[in-house]
């Protein structure tokens, strides 16, 4: 929705769940060069960061912070923002879903894109979403369940009780707004680059950056949860 909204020309959805994404090692060595020395699915991902004049994060609160393979992936962002802020200027949101602790992620997420990645961050889109006992099958009796939590005990896990957001007209409308703000902050970038382009042409007869390669930069990447 929020990609919709933001009119991308190119949109690309990446679930982490799909690919092998290894914790980072700690051993500094992109400090220099950029990528990361462990060879998984993340140093195509930072490519494509860094190509994308905007990318979408999107996760949900697990034992009170960001699920962790989310995490994971963001701390392997670190060879973005070393020696160089590579992502500085591009533009940034988030999206996240669950009952609790998303105000958190909200706060998490403005120092990921605004304090470490140097990108404007438009904000996130706070959905609600199904506690996982909702399809564990006990969240009727389970001692610890989340769905008795919200429900009341002696709820019933009912079709009712279950939240879609292509269903929730407010939601919907949060998503259009967010998406918009996220092509508002783009077209302004849009007008920079060209003025950039421009100069580069005149100074050092680089021409090569002209509208087809900006164009081809105007796509998104949207991380997908579990
Ligand atoms: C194992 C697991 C634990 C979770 N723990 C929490 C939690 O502690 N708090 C929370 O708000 N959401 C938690 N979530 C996320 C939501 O319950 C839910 O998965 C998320 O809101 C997305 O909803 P959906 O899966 O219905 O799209 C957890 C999800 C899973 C799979």
């Not at 979408?56 to 962002?77: C, D, H, Q, T, W």
């Not at 670190?78 to 020696?83: K, S």
């Not at 996220?182 to 090569?208: F, M, N, P, T």
């Amino acid at each position: 929705m929020v990609l919709d909204a933001a009119g991308a020309e190119r949109n690309d959805l990446v679930r982490l769940a799909a690919l092998e994404v290894r914790v980072c090692l700690a051993c500094k060595k992109c400090a220099s060069t950029n990528r990361c020395v462990i060879k998984d699915d993340v140093n195509p991902l930072l490519d494509k960061i860094e190509e994308a004049d905007a990318f979408v994060m999107s996760g949900y609160p697990s034992f009170g912070s960001l699920n962790a393979l989310m995490k994971v992936f963001i701390e392997r962002n670190w060879p973005l923002r070393h020696n160089h802020i590579l992502t500085r200027g591009k533009t940034g949101a988030a999206v996240v879903a669950g009952s609790s602790g998303l105000d958190d992620l909200d706060l998490f997420f403005m120092h990921y894109y605004e304090g470490y990645l140097g990108m404007d961050f438009k904000g996130t889109l706070k959905l609600r979403g199904n506690v996982p006992c909702m399809t564990c099958g006990y969240g009727e009796d389970g001692v610890g369940s989340g769905f008795l939590r919200e429900y009341g005990s002696g709820a019933k896990v009912t079709p009712d009780k279950f939240y879609d957001p292509d269903n929730d007209p407010d939601a919907k409308g949060r998503a259009r707004a967010l998406g918009e703000a996220v092509a508002k902050s783009l077209s302004a970038a849009w007008a920079d680059v060209r003025q950039i382009s421009l100069v580069s042409e005149r100074e050092s007869g680089y021409l090569g950056r002209s509208g087809a390669e900006v164009q081809r930069r105007r796509e998104f990447l949207v991380s997908g949860r579990g």
